[in-house]
């Protein structure tokens, strides 16, 4: 099935989360933060510590992503999915902080995919090798925190219609796996 989704989500738009299947198309507009491992580990210090996070992630969505620098013209350059499975650590304590949707590519740990189950979140894939296209659907780019960072800085994107595909649902079903099966019982 396709869905469109404004994120961050309201909780009307909880409902949508939970009738998500793996293998669903997505399509996101409104803001997505992008952040990678380092910015990562920043986040669940100051989570530690009891301070602030530099937004609030209740509802929202993070793209596993360092961007390059913007063309002329641009307001940001290729942007493609890195490995997601890095933010396995720290993706529990942002799940806490109420972040309902990762985006990235490849595969994640059985204790991300059963933390999905427990917060009722999913993980999102977008399409690796396709980061110059995927970049057209970034209407606005703004560096948040941690410049120093660069490419993993903490950014808010503003996204119309970004194309992600439901790897993890929030009732543990598993694209991967399921591909898996399929090519078993063709073969």
Do not use: W
Not at 99 to 115: A, P, T, V, W
Not at 172 to 180: A, F, R, S
């Amino acid at each position: 099935m396709e869905y469109k989704l404004n994120v961050p989500i309201t909780k009307e738009d909880e409902e949508v989360i939970l009738k998500l299947r793996a293998g669903d198309v997505v399509y996101l507009t409104g803001v997505i933060y992008t952040a990678r491992d380092a910015a990562h580990k920043r986040f669940v210090e100051l989570i530690d510590k009891g301070l602030e996070l530099p937004v609030d992630f209740t509802n929202g969505a993070i793209y596993y992503v360092g961007p390059t620098p913007a063309k002329p013209g641009r307001v940001i350059g290729s942007a493609g999915p890195t490995s997601s499975y890095r933010m396995d650590p720290y993706s529990e304590k942002l799940m806490q902080q109420g972040l309902k949707i990762m985006i990235g590519k490849g595969s994640r740990s059985d204790e991300y995919k059963e933390q999905l189950v427990k917060y009722k979140c999913v993980y999102l894939s977008t399409i690796g090798g396709a980061a110059a296209s995927i970049s057209e659907s970034i209407k606005k780019c703004d560096l948040v925190a941690y410049e120093d960072l660069g490419a993993e800085a903490l950014r808010r994107l503003e996204v119309e219609d970004f194309y992600t595909i439901v790897t993890y649902d929030a009732y543990g079903n598993d694209l991967y796996q399921e591909g898996v099966k399929m090519y078993e019982k063709h073969n």
